[in-house]
């Protein structure tokens, strides 16, 4: 069909509904990222009326504006504020609220409540918590915390966090295949336990110190005996993990007694699997009776994200979904991640199988946390962090604190012949080689943030001397090693450093390692390189769990090896620091590192601590573990000797019991843990800590008893550790108050906390020393 254009004016309406369909063009296209400033509850200098609710009235306790906000809710609006993306109730002016923000390592983007934009482009990444926990340096824990928090609420302030953070992660790493292990503090329940308790205090803590207050709320999770993702094809979401009273007690359970009782921590979150055939989410006696019950929780409890589909759909807990959120909500759940209770509550509430105070008791722990951060007190930037915005975070002192907290981590596993440190003098050439030697990303781990800047190894090291490269593997599944431009350069380089180990891809949520070998041809491109090079040789491993390197351990060729965790942003800058000697190595350790030969016998589904002879079990971690070790808990170097001495320590305690206790005329091997002959029982240990070399170290003391063997009791366990500063040819003191009912006790077979009568023998480094503990 043919046609003509002609030349005519447009009509004016013509012309004006162009003009407006552009302009809603322009307004859509270019509206800011943050278009409106963030909404506050109760901001009375928005709306006057919202002076007169009691839940906006700061004068009065927390009990109280609680129960004048619930009172003021029909159950629909009750049950917007039982999921982690809450509604809004707009004739009470409150807005919605995302309870999921995570802060595992730095202020992270993953979950809704947090993200970065041109306004705060990144936030400080510290290592991963594994690597954190190996300093043994319990101030460290509390100050990175501080650090989070402060640039959290000033992320908050602009519209960009919550204030609910759903870290740390204190599950004990039982098994050296869990992919999720680089997220927690190691093996140990002790070091676990002061992890979890100190950084929830540095994220929580006012700085007013007004313990009703917070300045964001944390969460301990997963509760409880959660630590396998997937492997050979059981998964967490099916997983009944079988635990004896004994090793529930003893183990899985005290890191978050002490988080709870220690750490006054705002939330726990409870875990997809089951234990002992109860999905954790589902157990009445694990939440309402131990956490809230026992351990008195101020906070609530929340879900993992989806639990409650995941026990009705996938482990068949209940017929409906309506019985499934009840028994949540019943067992102490106040809060659910994903959608489950709000889809579901009303009609469970209809059907009878939930009462609506039920509900209350729910959103009112809810509720009542978010009155303790603040949230129902207005604007912020006229509360006690009002003055935090993008100008507090990322700033060169928290930059360098991520720098430090890598550098204390860092553990020096080998050093022949003092390889190590390096001279920046005399080493003209650097030869630096392997697949996570340039890397950026990897450097952070999982749950990260944006991080202010990356220094990778390579970066860290050509900053002090000059350098040559090669990947010898283009990732570290490594499937065929480039060995030759490797090879070339470490041939005519003064040292080489050899970059290798695991990222995501290798360990990871979800994904727990079949074998814990070095990944594909790495060890073939570590030896091959090691044979021709012609100066020292140092290999750094980077992973999160750790690696039967027995052939690098035994090759001379390989003067030192170092393990890096996966260190932060700065994790190149630290990793520099140690093996050129601005920094004296003081890690040590917080797991075991196994031989292949474990992992190719025991299940990672056998749940079991204790050793059992019978079918020859070897146990689990340094305190059960009866086999070899490529390197053991607590293994660490540094580059100077430190000497100790015992200069105080009783030899006898003796426990009081009242009158006619059984034990004056019987035989007894232990004693129940009862207040009244616990009361002011400690004793006094004191070391004299001497530095003989020529370079100042922060010391890592680590203080293990090796209790009497009665009910099944560890071969060795963590006391207690200090970090101490200790200059060149210089010596200090360290003090430990050992509380004998709680350090110098052990858990019996049905799981009653006992003080072990007889022979304790208490250890640090090579130093010995008995002390007895009878009636």
Same mark, same amino acid.
């Given at each position: 069909?043919?046609?003509?254009l002609q030349?005519?004016a447009?009509?004016?309406?013509s012309?004006?509904?162009?003009?407006?369909?552009?302009f809603?063009?322009f307004?859509?296209?270019?509206?800011?990222?943050?278009?409106?400033?963030?909404?506050?509850?109760c901001?009375?200098?928005?709306?006057?009326?919202?002076?007169?609710?009691?839940?906006?009235?700061?004068?009065?306790?927390?009990?109280?504006?609680v129960? =004048?906000?619930?009172?003021r809710?029909?159950l629909?609006?009750?049950?917007?504020?039982?999921?982690?993306?809450?509604?809004s109730?707009?004739?009470?002016?409150?807005p919605k609220?995302?309870?999921?923000?995570e802060?595992?390592?730095?202020?992270?983007?993953?979950?809704?409540?947090?993200?970065?934009?041109?306004?705060?482009?990144g936030?400080?990444?510290?290592?991963?918590?594994?690597?954190t926990a190996?300093?043994?340096?319990?101030?460290?824990?509390?100050?990175?915390?501080?650090?989070?928090?402060?640039?959290?609420?000033?992320?908050y302030?602009?519209?960009?966090a919550?204030?609910?953070?759903?870290?740390?992660?204190?599950?004990?790493f039982?098994?050296?295949?869990?992919?999720?292990?680089?997220e927690?503090?190691?093996e140990d329940?002790?070091?676990?336990?002061?992890?979890?308790?100190?950084y929830?205090r540095?994220?929580?803590?006012?700085d007013?110190?007004d313990?009703?207050?917070?300045?964001?709320?944390a969460?301990c999770?997963?509760?409880?005996?959660y630590?396998?993702?997937?492997?050979k094809?059981?998964?967490?979401?099916?997983?009944?993990?079988?635990?004896?009273k004994?090793?529930?007690?003893?183990?899985f359970?005290?890191?978050?007694?002490?988080?709870?009782?220690?750490?006054?921590?705002a939330?726990?979150?409870?875990?997809y699997?089951?234990?002992?055939?109860?999905?954790?989410?589902?157990?009445p006696?694990l939440?309402a009776?131990?956490?809230?019950?026992?351990?008195?929780?101020?906070?609530?409890?929340?879900?993992?994200?989806d639990?409650?589909?995941?026990?009705?759909?996938?482990?068949?807990?209940?017929?409906t979904?309506?019985?499934?959120?009840?028994?949540?909500?019943?067992?102490g759940?106040?809060?659910?991640?994903?959608?489950f209770?709000?889809?579901?509550?009303?009609?469970?509430?209809?059907a009878?199988?939930?009462?609506?105070?039920?509900?209350d008791?729910?959103?009112?722990?809810?509720?009542a946390?978010?009155i303790?951060?603040?949230?129902?007190?207005?604007?912020?930037?006229?509360l006690i962090y009002?003055?935090l915005?993008?100008?507090?975070?990322?700033?060169?002192?928290?930059q360098?604190?991520?720098?430090?907290a890598?550098?204390?981590?860092?553990?020096?596993?080998?050093?022949?012949?003092g390889?190590?440190?390096?001279?920046?003098?005399t080493?003209?050439?650097?030869?630096?080689?392997?697949?996570?030697?340039?890397?950026?990303?990897?450097?952070?781990?999982?749950?990260e943030?944006?991080?202010?800047?990356?220094?990778?190894?390579?970066?860290?090291?050509?900053a002090v001397?000059g350098?040559?490269y090669?990947?010898g593997?283009?990732?570290?599944?490594?499937?065929?090693a480039?060995?030759? =431009?490797?090879?070339?350069?470490a041939?005519?380089?003064d040292?080489?450093?050899?970059?290798?180990?695991?990222?995501q891809? !290798?360990?990871a949520?979800?994904?727990?390692?079949?074998?814990?070998?070095?990944?594909?041809?790495?060890?073939?491109?570590v030896?091959?390189?090691?044979?021709?090079?012609?100066?020292?040789?140092i290999?750094?491993?980077?992973?999160?769990?750790g690696? =039967?390197?027995?052939?690098?351990?035994?090759?001379?060729?390989?003067?030192?090896?170092l393990?890096?965790g996966y260190?932060?942003?700065?994790?190149?800058?630290?990793?520099?620091?140690v !093996?050129?000697?601005?920094?004296?190595?003081s890690?040590?350790?917080?797991?075991t590192?196994?031989?292949?030969?474990?992992?190719?016998?025991?299940?990672?589904?056998?749940?079991?601590?204790?050793?059992?002879?019978?079918?020859?079990?070897?146990?689990?971690?340094y305190?059960?573990?009866t086999?070899?070790?490529?390197?053991?808990?607590?293994?660490g170097?540094?580059y100077?000797?430190?000497?100790h001495?015992?200069i105080q320590?009783?030899?006898?305690?003796?426990?009081?019991? +009242?009158?006619g206790?059984?034990?004056?005329?019987?035989?007894?091997?232990?004693?129940d843990?009862?207040?009244?002959s616990?009361e002011?029982?400690?004793?006094?240990?004191?070391?004299?800590?001497?530095?003989?070399g020529?370079?100042? +170290?922060s010391?890592?003391v680590?203080?293990?008893?090796?209790?009497?063997?009665?009910?099944?009791?560890?071969?060795?366990?963590l006391?207690?550790?200090?970090?101490v500063?200790?200059?060149a040819?210089s010596?200090?003191?360290?003090?430990?108050?050992?509380?004998?009912c709680? =350090?110098?006790?052990?858990v019996?077979?049905?799981?009653?906390?006992?003080?072990?009568?007889?022979e304790?023998?208490?250890?640090?480094?090579?130093?010995?020393?008995?002390?007895?503990?009878?009636?």
């Amino acid at each position: 069909m043919a046609f003509s254009l002609q030349n005519r004016a447009p009509k004016a309406s013509s012309v004006l509904l162009c003009f407006l369909l552009c302009f809603a063009l322009f307004l859509f296209c270019f509206r800011p990222a943050l278009a409106q400033s963030p909404v506050f509850a109760c901001d009375v200098t928005k709306n006057s009326s919202f002076a007169s609710f009691g839940f906006c009235d700061k004068s009065l306790g927390t009990g109280a504006r609680v129960a =004048d906000l619930v009172k003021r809710l029909t159950l629909q609006e009750k049950i917007l504020f039982l999921v982690n993306s809450a509604g809004s109730v707009s004739r009470l002016g409150i807005p919605k609220y995302e309870w999921w923000s995570e802060a595992l390592h730095g202020v992270s983007y993953v979950g809704p409540g947090t993200h970065f934009s041109s306004v705060v482009p990144g936030a400080t990444s510290f290592p991963q918590v594994i690597l954190t926990a190996a300093s043994f340096n319990a101030s460290l824990f509390e100050a990175i915390g501080k650090v989070v928090s402060t640039e959290a609420r000033a992320m908050y302030n602009v519209g960009l966090a919550g204030l609910t953070f759903w870290s740390p992660n204190i599950n004990i790493f039982r098994d050296p295949r869990w992919g999720r292990g680089q997220e927690t503090p190691g093996e140990d329940p002790l070091l676990s336990s002061k992890y979890g308790s100190g950084y929830v205090r540095g994220l929580q803590q006012t700085d007013d110190g007004d313990p009703n207050r917070l300045k964001v709320a944390a969460c301990c999770k997963h509760y409880t005996a959660y630590d396998l993702d997937n492997w050979k094809g059981t998964d967490r979401y099916h997983f009944n993990a079988v635990v004896t009273k004994q090793d529930m007690d003893d183990t899985f359970q005290p890191p978050f007694k002490s988080c709870v009782l220690d750490g006054n921590v705002a939330s726990v979150m409870c875990s997809y699997n089951q234990v002992n055939g109860k999905p954790t989410c589902a157990d009445p006696d694990l939440l309402a009776g131990v956490i809230r019950g026992e351990w008195k929780l101020n906070g609530y409890i929340v879900s993992d994200c989806d639990s409650l589909d995941v026990f009705y759909k996938s482990q068949h807990y209940t017929k409906t979904p309506e019985e499934a959120a009840a028994i949540a909500i019943l067992a102490g759940l106040d809060l659910n991640c994903g959608s489950f209770l709000g889809q579901h509550t009303e009609a469970a509430v209809k059907a009878g199988l939930v009462n609506e105070s039920s509900i209350d008791n729910a959103i009112s722990n809810n509720f009542a946390t978010l009155i303790r951060l603040g949230f129902f007190d207005g604007d912020p930037s006229k509360l006690i962090y009002g003055n935090l915005g993008p100008k507090d975070v990322c700033t060169s002192a928290n930059q360098e604190l991520a720098r430090e907290a890598a550098r204390q981590g860092i553990v020096l596993l080998k050093n022949n012949a003092g390889s190590l440190p390096l001279s920046p003098t005399t080493i003209k050439t650097l030869a630096v080689i392997g697949p996570n030697a340039n890397v950026t990303k990897t450097m952070i781990g999982n749950y990260e943030g944006t991080p202010c800047k990356y220094t990778t190894p390579l970066q860290g090291l050509a900053a002090v001397v000059g350098t040559t490269y090669a990947p010898g593997c283009a990732n570290v599944a490594c499937s065929t090693a480039q060995v030759d =431009d490797a090879k070339k350069i470490a041939a005519t380089a003064d040292a080489t450093v050899l970059i290798v180990g695991a990222d995501q891809s !290798i360990e990871a949520e979800s994904l727990d390692r079949t074998n814990i070998l070095l990944p594909g041809q790495q060890p073939l491109l570590v030896s091959e390189v090691a044979n021709v090079s012609k100066g020292p040789v140092i290999l750094v491993i980077m992973s999160g769990g750790g690696m =039967d390197i027995s052939f690098a351990k035994s090759n001379e060729k390989i003067t030192g090896i170092l393990w890096v965790g996966y260190p932060g942003e700065a994790g190149g800058a630290a990793i520099a620091d140690v !093996i050129f000697g601005s920094y004296n190595p003081s890690g040590r350790l917080p797991m075991t590192w196994y031989p292949q030969s474990y992992v190719d016998k025991v299940p990672m589904t056998n749940m079991n601590m204790r050793p059992d002879p019978s079918n020859g079990y070897p146990g689990r971690t340094y305190r059960f573990y009866t086999g070899e070790t490529i390197y053991s808990f607590g293994d660490g170097l540094g580059y100077t000797t430190v000497k100790h001495e015992l200069i105080q320590a009783p030899e006898l305690v003796s426990v009081p019991l +009242e009158a006619g206790h059984e034990c004056h005329t019987a035989v007894c091997q232990s004693l129940d843990v009862v207040q009244s002959s616990c009361e002011n029982l400690a004793v006094d240990i004191h070391l004299r800590v001497k530095n003989t070399g020529r370079m100042s +170290e922060s010391h890592t003391v680590l203080l293990f008893s090796s209790p009497p063997s009665v009910h099944k009791s560890p071969q060795k366990h963590l006391l207690g550790f200090e970090k101490v500063y200790l200059g060149a040819e210089s010596e200090g003191i360290v003090r430990f108050k050992v509380d004998v009912c709680k =350090d110098l006790s052990v858990v019996d077979e049905v799981g009653n906390r006992k003080v072990a009568l007889g022979e304790h023998v208490l250890h640090v480094g090579s130093l010995k020393h008995s002390l007895t503990v009878r009636i």
